[in-house]
């Protein structure tokens, strides 16, 4: 496609849950970041790959969350027994190649709502 | 505490004002510094991108700076307008790592 794509759009789930956020960059982009954002904040790092390899998961927030990339595409982060404090947009990125002054493409964000 | 850290936190600014936000990062080393903007419910949209090497860079009326010996960057709006309302976020990369460290944001509201 012509950006990055995220799906869904919206998610509403029920705590306990499990959940499943999509991101499918732009063809042939190295570099793929997942971030979150609450609402009114800034955004949180959560983790990214360069080709199918994670590079660093610091930012997961706990074991919940993980995320794979497993044909240096399509990218899938996971958050399992979800919580209340998970409600926030969960957004990914990509990148053409890896670091120097290569421009970010964001997708357009998967809300997260836990009840 | 935040390695990149921005201020204010929130800004108010009539239209036709000039404004400038700062970036105070403690990432080292680095290889670049991005400033962005969000508008509310939007993605981030790419303003500036500077390399540890650059001191300036300009983007229309949004001019940012950096001084890589001061670990600061600041980013001026020049003759404000009301579309510029927005967050804007300074993001920096990590030279070995390339792992992006997203400041906290500022938040600019510009009234008429």
């Known amino acids: 496609g012509a950006g990055v794509s995220q799906s869904p759009r919206y998610k509403v789930t029920k705590r306990g849950q499990d959940v499943a956020l999509r991101c499918d960059p732009i063809s042939g982009h190295v570099s793929l970041y997942w971030y979150r954002q609450a609402l009114g904040q800034g955004p949180e790092f959560l983790t990214y790959f360069n080709y199918e390899a994670q590079q660093d998961k610091s930012g997961l927030p706990n074991d919940r969350f993980s995320a794979e990339r497993p044909e240096g595409s399509i990218s899938t982060l996971t958050i399992q027994r979800t919580e209340q404090r998970d409600s926030a947009m969960y957004r990914c990125a990509s990148s053409l190649i890896q670091g120097l002054d290569s421009p970010l493409h964001f997708g357009n964000g998967t809300r997260l709502t836990v009840t | 505490k935040n390695q990149v850290e921005q201020s204010p936190q929130s800004l108010i600014i009539l239209e036709g004002k000039n404004c400038t936000l700062q970036c105070n990062y403690t990432v080292s080393p680095f290889s670049n510094l991005r400033w962005y903007k969000q508008d509310t419910g939007r993605g981030p949209v790419s303003l500036t991108i500077?390399?540890?090497?650059?001191n300036t860079k300009s983007n229309g009326r949004y001019t940012a700076t950096l001084d890589a010996d001061t670990k600061q960057s600041s980013l001026h709006i020049t003759a404000s307008q009301l579309s510029d309302s927005a967050s804007y976020i300074c993001?920096?990369?990590?030279?070995?790592?390339?792992?992006?460290?997203f400041g906290t944001g500022t938040r600019l509201q510009v009234f008429p």
């Open positions: 500077m390399t540890f090497s650059e």
């Open positions: 993001v920096v990369s990590e030279r070995d790592t390339d792992k992006l460290i």
